[in-house]
């Protein structure tokens, strides 16, 4: 054969695969990442996760959480936005926690700044992403090719709504024909309190626990702590709910001796209360929300 035929059948085939390979790139599936507050003892995630896979048969789900504390937006909320970061773009995450379901609250698709996709109810679940990374465009689901069919139940709109909407989403189906826009400004918000420091005094709230450990999750920065003018082996004195205690602000949970407590500023940037290998919230009936205060170093 001619070297210039064999060149030519060379150049072809390189073609050939060249386009296969942008056609693989271009069709790539978007992974789900699913949370619930379903709990892993009954049928309602793998009837959700057969529900998407119907839809997407090669989609990847990755499960956040299924153990979302029943009913607690607000447990949801810090998840999402603790997790969101941690994905590539074009993710979609596909959340229920929905107290609300069967009633006036709208089930939604949002895209963030950040290009990745939420589909859950508009109940304050994007609140802290949405002061993080922005929300884009938002778009209510009301179309019924991105539903399971006709038979929507009133409660059980994860596997009706939620999750079909998600495999719609990460097959690369158009989200804005999900339903009508809805104004960014519109979302739902969670009243979340924030820390102040006044008066020589840090005012401040318990908001969540880190299960399984029993550590108390803050909604106190580390930068509101360090206006209060503690160091690292201070001695904290702390009034929380009933309790007057004097905590260690330390670097982490082995600084103090086991069975002990200690004050220290969390992976996300929080303080939080702890008792190292042991469980805090049991040892002092601690149960969010809780009010409590630290002065000033003196």
Aim: with cysteine.
């Amino acid at each position: 054969m001619p070297l210039r035929a064999i060149a030519r059948r060379a150049v072809i085939a390189f073609l050939f695969l060249a386009s296969l390979c942008a056609f693989a790139a271009t069709t790539k599936k978007a992974d789900i990442i699913f949370m619930t507050d379903f709990g892993s003892n009954n049928d309602a995630v793998p009837i959700c996760k057969g529900v998407m896979l119907s839809i997407v048969p090669d989609v990847r789900i990755i499960d956040l959480t299924h153990d979302v504390t029943p009913f607690s937006i607000l447990d949801g909320a810090r998840y999402l936005a603790g997790t969101a970061p941690y994905y590539p773009e074009g993710s979609v995450f596909v959340v229920v926690i929905d107290p609300g379901v069967g009633s006036t609250r709208k089930a939604i698709v949002a895209k963030s700044k950040k290009n990745q996709y939420f589909v859950l109810p508009d109940n304050g679940l994007l609140t802290f992403l949405q002061d993080r990374d922005g929300i884009e465009a938002v778009h209510e689901i009301t179309n019924k090719d991105f539903m399971i069919g006709a038979g929507i139940s009133s409660t059980f709109h994860g596997r009706d709504i939620f999750s079909p909407a998600g495999a719609h989403v990460a097959r690369g189906d158009d989200w804005t024909k999900a339903g009508p826009e809805v104004p960014v400004a519109q979302l739902v918000r969670l009243d979340v309190p924030t820390a102040t420091v006044a008066d020589g005094k840090l005012s401040a709230k318990i908001i969540g626990l880190d299960f399984p450990f029993g550590n108390l999750i803050t909604n106190v920065t580390r930068e509101d702590f360090a206006k209060l003018g503690y160091q690292l082996g201070d001695r904290v004195p702390v009034t929380l709910g009933a309790n007057e205690m004097e905590i260690p602000f330390v670097h982490t949970f082995s600084d103090v001796d086991l069975n002990k407590p200690l004050l220290f500023i969390d992976s996300r940037g929080r303080l939080s209360f702890a008792i190292n290998q042991n469980d805090f919230a049991k040892t002092y009936n601690i149960k969010p929300p809780v009010s409590f205060t630290i002065p000033a170093k003196k």
